[in-house]
């Protein structure tokens, strides 16, 4: 019995370092880096650092070739190619910079109190920030920078995202455990319940599902063109964001609670879950010029780069 546990440690151990192997760098950038962003402009990712209020503008290299001063508490970011802005939430002063492709802030727009989503819709150009403490969300017509709009959604709005599928943007609301659907006109159509603090959201074009990570009950529900919860699928500890892979189609889910990614495949199984060896992963976005993922870990400071071509 002794010799059979001593041989079932070190496969696990084997195990792990091999997952551990497949990240193929370590960027240490500013303090607790939250959300990731890509920028098609200059191949760059652009990654928020909440608590010293800056921006790490990371090359294809893995160079870390700016560092951009914003808001208080950066958070929230995305990317807009109507006019090749990156948008940034500030939750701590409740507003959103604006970054031009020259990484130089040409804007501060407020918004409501501690935004902390933020995503883009390209079918009217706007700009939707989600307002956790005052239960809306903010609307920025990106032609001008101005708030056009606020929308009242459920309790806690965090994550945001947009299905091209119907034109609907999806708000996950942490307080009290639902999606809010906004319409083109920026009316709320329906309320979906989904699983226990639902943070991040994702669209996944190969399927037209918008997938919702629920924190508490380690889960994602997955949400058809018609708003119907389809699947409840588990993940790992703690699942917090999402970024689709249009290279595999694959939904990449970080799991800050035991520091791991679950890979959803179209057809809603979790292909594997990946140990990456860093410390509560939370934000993450695709860099279609390498191919690979990058993975912002609020617990130590760093982003990994996880390739995605196997």
């Not at 492709?101 to 501690?114: C, F, R, T, Y």
């Not at 035991?258 to 959803?264: E, G, K, P």
Request: aromatic letters at 6%; zero cysteines.
């Amino acid at each position: 019995m002794q010799f059979y546990f001593i041989i079932v440690v070190l496969v696990g151990t084997l195990e792990i370092e091999t997952l551990r192997a497949q990240i193929v760098s370590t960027i240490t950038v500013g303090i607790d880096p939250t959300g990731v962003a890509y920028n098609p402009i200059n191949s760059n990712i652009y990654v928020t650092n909440e608590q010293d209020n800056s921006i790490s503008v990371i090359a294809p290299s893995g160079d870390i070739n700016d560092t951009i001063a914003v808001g208080n508490g950066p958070n929230g970011i995305v990317y807009n190619p109507g006019n090749n802005n990156t948008y940034v939430v500030n939750k701590f002063d409740n507003s959103v910079s604006v970054i031009d492709s020259s990484n130089e802030v040409i804007n501060s727009i407020l918004v409501g109190s501690s935004p902390q989503g933020v995503m883009y819709n390209p079918g009217n150009n706007n700009v939707y920030v989600t307002n956790n403490f005052d239960n809306t969300v903010s609307v920025i017509d990106s032609n001008n920078n101005t708030v056009t709009d606020t929308i009242d959604v459920g309790e806690g709005p965090f994550g945001a995202a947009f299905s091209t599928s119907n034109n609907n943007t999806y708000i996950a609301n942490t307080g009290d455990n639902t999606v809010s659907v906004i319409d083109p006109n920026n009316s709320v159509t329906d309320t979906i319940k989904v699983g226990e603090s639902p943070f991040g959201v994702a669209y996944s074009p190969s399927n037209n599902n918008i997938y919702v990570t629920n924190n508490i009950d380690n889960s994602i529900s997955v949400i058809n063109s018609m708003n119907i919860v389809t699947d409840t699928l588990a993940v790992g500890d703690g699942p917090f964001d999402m970024a689709y892979n249009p290279s595999n189609n694959n939904m990449y889910v970080t799991n800050s609670g035991d520091n791991s990614v679950s890979l959803i495949t179209p057809s809603n199984v979790i292909e594997k879950t990946q140990v990456i060896g860093r410390i509560n992963p939370e934000g993450l976005a695709h860099n279609p010029s390498n191919n690979n993922m990058y993975i912002a870990n609020a617990g130590d400071d760093t982003v990994s780069i996880l390739p995605t071509t196997s």
